[in-house]
């Protein structure tokens, strides 16, 4: 029997220099931290009675086994995976761990996969991945943490990662836009729009699960009710997401389609509440306009309205 085991970094070195001196090198004394453990037994418990996790998946061989590597570390309740038009082994990678796929043999797009996912879930709260975005558990974890805590919906904190003017684009104006007109300017960037984001499923529920199809319009709906959203953790997915010909810089399908969401939102919004939404125009005294032809002349440039204006 021959059994072979990976070389550890640095053992060729090491047999070098005992060729060479004849004597094993020092032992450098390097100080390693004690890893603690990635949840305590509350949070294990909480996660395996109510936590789902659930991930759109499209071509994503190369990513999805590392992606669910790390989901699996929290330990969830269940995880949903929604291939949907997978033309490469993402699906018999994804079920080779503990997982219930729901295979779509065309492109659904992720915002209906999650949909569907938060729709077929059991868990009291909802975690939503994307399966070519590689995030650490420990990481993850903070988002579902703040659901327990009585967040409704937690949202990845992006702000950080915009510090370069230059990342600013039409739609992360139309993300920092829709927050402002929902009086909610703290949380800038940020938006449903974005992985990893979590919330509570009796929210997903309340909201309608349909709703979920246009994340813009289900934030906009959701901070309107005065529900609790919050910024959890910070996750770079403007570097990390993957580039796919849908969202590249010329014809880019999927910035349109997100800068559609956001009209929907504001539709929503001005249906809701006015044309304005929360901006009333209290700064000018428009309806005089129309009054003009009833100006009485009193001297050459001096003009007078009736007291009934």
């Known amino acids: 029997m021959i059994i072979y085991k990976p070389k550890r970094k640095g053992q060729a070195t090491k047999r070098k220099a005992m060729v060479k001196t004849g004597k094993r090198p020092a032992k450098k004394k390097a100080a390693r931290r004690k890893r603690l453990p990635l949840l305590d037994s509350l949070q294990t418990r909480q996660n395996m009675q109510r936590l789902s996790v659930i ?3 499209r071509d994503e061989e190369r990513t999805i086994g590392k992606v669910l ?3 699996v570390r929290l330990r969830p309740k269940e995880i949903i995976v929604i291939a949907n038009g997978s033309r490469d082994r993402t699906i018999q990678i994804a079920t080779t761990y503990n997982v219930t796929c729901l295979s779509y043999p065309f492109p659904l797009g992720h915002d209906v996969g999650r949909a569907i996912g938060a ?3 059991s868990g009291d709260v909802l975690l939503f991945l994307d399966g070519d975005i ?6 993850l974890q903070r988002f579902v943490k703040a659901c327990y805590l009585g967040a409704d919906i937690s949202l990845n904190n992006v702000n950080r990662f915009f510090n370069n003017t230059a990342r600013i684009d039409a739609v992360s104006m139309a993300k920092s ?3 402002r007109l929902l009086l ?3 949380l800038g960037f940020s938006s449903m729009t974005a992985v990893p984001h979590a919330m509570k499923r009796s929210v997903a529920a309340w909201l309608g699960y349909d709703s ?3 994340p813009p319009l289900a934030q906009a709906k959701a901070i309107l009710q005065g529900m609790r959203v919050v910024q959890s953790a910070s996750v770079d997915v403007l ?3 993957r580039k796919r010909i849908i969202n590249q810089k010329t014809n880019n399908l999927v910035k349109d389609l997100i800068l559609g969401d956001h009209m929907e939102a504001l539709s929503f919004l001005q249906s809701m509440k006015s044309e304005r939404v929360f901006f009333f125009d209290q700064l000018r005294r428009r309806h005089i306009f129309g009054h003009i032809g009833r100006t009485a002349k009193l001297a050459s440039n001096h003009f007078v309205l009736p007291n009934d204006v």
């Open 184 to 186: 909610r300017p703290d």
């Open 239 to 241: 570097r990390t997401n």
């Open 55 to 57: 991930i759109p998946v």
């Open 69 to 71: 590597k790390q989901v």
């Open 134 to 139: 590689v995030i650490p558990a420990e990481r």
């Open 177 to 179: 836009y829709l927050n």
């Open 212 to 214: 979920l199809m246009v």
């Open 119 to 121: 729709k077929e879930a």
